[in-house]
T-cell receptor, first 111, second 113 residues
């Protein structure tokens, strides 16, 4: 079945630092790829998505590019803020339409 | 406002006492699902439903039941809760367009003593 692997956290950064959270997937065919964000005490929210190779999803300053050759969908942001502190989940939705989630990566941003 | 509503937000119970966590969505979504979130294990799917009267097991269904008698509701039932079911539970829904991603409720934190 499909699987998603994320880098383990927590990732700790200072405000305005560059962020990368790695995500790789294994799936049959060409899955759709997603990043979700979970703020403290809340449910997950869709952050961005990409549906085909070389697509770039973007939202709130975050970006991720669908790389078919490396089966990756790494999340990046050029300058993080304290308010970005949250848990980030990578997910893939393949032919079964049932999304598969990574284990989540906690991001802590210090002032 | 489009939303997925779970109740209760917090629940403390004792081993063996049957409980139900409710989930309701107002977006006319076909797909609904239950997850549990545990430290170090991420999100694990318990059960899902592709439409009314259609339910399937996810990765960790043991000890749980679900029903989908109406499109908007998808309750999670623990017939005889045990301490290893202490967890944070999330309900999610999605329409027919799988590219739109899931809508999640705010979670139910369950403690079984």
């Amino acid at each position: 079945g499909d699987s998603v692997t994320q880098m383990e956290g927590p990732v700790t950064l200072s405000e305005e630092a560059f962020l990368t959270i790695n995500c790789t997937y294994t799936a049959t065919g060409y899955p759709s790829l997603f990043w979700y964000v979970q703020y403290p005490g809340e449910g997950l929210q869709l952050l961005l998505k990409a549906t085909k190779a070389d697509d770039k999803g973007s939202n709130k300053g975050f970006e991720a590019t669908y790389r078919k050759e490396t089966t990756s969908f790494h999340l990046e942001k050029g300058s993080v803020q304290v308010s970005d502190s949250a848990v980030y989940f990578c997910a893939a939705s393949g032919g079964s339409y049932i999304p598969t989630f990574g284990r989540g990566t906690s991001l802590i941003v210090h002032p | 406002e489009a939303q997925v509503t779970q109740n209760p937000r917090y629940l403390i119970t004792v081993t063996g006492k049957k409980l139900t966590v409710t989930c309701s969505q107002n977006m006319n979504h076909e797909y609904m699902s239950w997850y549990r979130q545990d430290p170090g294990l991420g999100l694990r799917q318990i059960y899902y439903s592709m439409n009314v009267e259609v339910t399937d097991k996810g990765d960790v269904p043991e000890g749980y039941k679900v029903s989908r008698k109406e499109k908007r509701n998808f309750p999670l039932i623990l017939e005889s809760p045990s301490p290893n079911q202490t967890s944070l539970y999330f309900c999610a829904s999605r329409g027919t367009d799988r590219l739109r991603g899931l809508h999640f409720g705010n979670g139910t934190r369950l403690t079984v003593t």
